[in-house]
């Protein structure tokens, strides 16, 4: 055997490099990175974008089934229980996390725990701000009395 061979044998025996485990850590690493995020679940921020969404894709629902079927459609909150609906649906809860409040131009209520925006068959509403909120930032959606347009107006620290 020639003297290049016998090397060529002896490095192969030796194992991996430090540059090459370096490699292999960082690549460990990257991926455990990208993981950790989807283990624990949607961060606070999220969460309030997401339901904010949710929320404003309802509103518009709403403002759209009045529009037409020709008759007023509401949009109601349960304080009691942290959650909202429209009218005959079934009710969506808010994570413990998110706090919806409600300030209404002209409130509706068939209850006291119940606040109602109504959006009307002409397309008005009764109009006015929900606020969505963690303990760090909230955003604001606003709802147009004269034309039940519906808008996040307000996104604040």
Known sequence: ??????????????????????IVLAIVGL?????????????????????????????????????????????????????????????SPLPKELVLKLEAARVVSNKQKDVRLVFFSD???TGGRLTVATSQRALTIAVSWLDGTVAVVEDRP
């Open 31 to 91: 991926a455990l990175l990208a993981a950790v995020p989807a283990i624990r679940g949607p961060s606070a921020e999220t969460n309030l974008r997401l339901h904010t969404v949710r929320i404003v894709a309802a509103l518009k629902t709403a403002r759209a089934q009045a529009l037409a079927k020709g008759f007023d459609v509401a949009f109601a909150f349960d304080g009691q229980a942290n959650a909202w609906s429209i009218e005959g649906a079934e009710p």
């Open 123 to 125: 397309g008005s509403a």
């Open 1 to 22: 055997m020639r003297n290049s061979e016998k090397e060529g044998a002896k490095r192969s025996e030796r194992g991996f490099t430090l540059l090459e485990t370096l």
